[in-house]
């Protein structure tokens, strides 16, 4: 198991920008993937970037160019820098570590952060 605590989200104008951050109980270098996830009111939650431990990321289309998934392995964590940051970006945020290999549904969740952008 691994303990992931997430923070930095808040209230921002849209075209804004936010960084959050994911701190891991132990180290990330053999967790398969890093990844954030977003669930906004009444809808599916859904990737929004991953990293692999051998740095291989991949991004939703909708955040692509705008959004940075980043990791400090010293201190066991993983960021995602947003900018220019759209209303339907809203949702809450979730921290994951895939350290199964099974899919993020087997492996780890932080508590989520919320993140909200007004028009």
């Known amino acids: 198991q691994v303990q992931l605590v997430e923070s930095g989200g808040g209230l921002v104008q849209a075209g804004g920008s936010l960084r959050l951050s994911c701190v891991a109980s132990?180290?990330?270098?053999?967790?398969?993937?890093m990844g954030w996830y977003r669930q906004a009111p009444r809808k599916q939650r859904e990737l929004v970037a991953r990293v692999s431990n051998i740095g291989i990321t991949n991004y939703a289309e909708s955040v692509k160019g705008r959004f940075t998934i980043s990791t400090d392995n010293a201190e066991n964590t993983v960021y995602l820098q947003m900018n220019s940051l759209k209303p339907e970006d809203t949702a809450v945020y979730y921290c994951?570590?895939?350290?199964?290999?099974?899919?993020?549904?087997?492996?780890?969740w932080g508590q989520g952060t919320q993140v909200t952008v007004s028009s």
């Open positions: 994951n570590a895939d350290h199964t290999g099974l899919g993020p549904n087997f492996g780890s």
């Open positions: 132990r180290s990330i270098l053999r967790i398969n993937y």
